[in-house]
């Protein structure tokens, strides 16, 4: 059994891109933190339309239902926590490095810019929109995360094995550095 591995990192970074790909190279299940949020939204009655989800306004409502009522969050966390501690499996999220003690843990950094540039392609949306919808995804989710666990994006990173910047990097010299880190941590 591999230990579990997670991805964590800013909006529209490349965690999908680069969970799956190290899902695909250690033959590991993929499973997506931001998938298994919306399964816990659909389930409390939202109606969840397109990956593309967090970023139409009923995505930002259920943003703004998660900052009054944690009950989202904690559900998720202990859903993907169980997960992680299975094994052999990839997950992307914000939260969960912070939540559990081992397996791999690497962040992806980039800036808002380098984010938006990603979102833009990856979305089709002008880069003033994608900028602006990763500023203020960023900006919730670390000030949600910080209120309910504590977590400081910024400032906590002693947790983590690797941190990759990604500025600069296509997605394959991201994933090739990742790879790299498993293979000397497994």
Do not use: C
């Amino acid at each position: 059994m591999i230990k579990s591995i997670i991805i964590s990192g800013p909006p529209a970074i490349g965690k999908t891109t680069i969970a799956m790909g190290l899902a695909k190279e250690f033959n590991l299940q993929y499973v997506s933190g931001g998938d298994t949020l919306k399964e816990i939204a659909h389930e409390y009655g939202f109606q969840i339309d397109g990956k593309d989800w967090w970023d139409t306004k009923s995505g930002m409502y259920f943003l703004n239902k998660r900052r009054q009522n944690f009950v989202y969050d904690r559900i998720v966390d202990k859903k993907l926590k169980e997960i992680f501690d299975r094994g052999n499996v990839v997950i992307t999220s914000y939260t969960l490095p912070w939540l559990v003690d081992d397996g791999i843990k690497i962040w992806l950094l980039g800036s808002h810019q380098n984010s938006a540039d990603r979102m833009k392609v990856r979305d089709n949306v002008t880069k003033e929109e994608a900028l602006k919808i990763v500023k203020h995804r960023y900006e919730e989710n670390k000030s949600l995360y910080k209120e309910l666990y504590g977590i400081d994006f910024k400032e906590d990173a002693t947790i983590f094995d690797e941190i990759i910047n990604t500025s600069n990097l296509n997605a394959n010299e991201v994933l090739q550095i990742a790879k790299s880190v498993v293979h000397k941590l497994i």
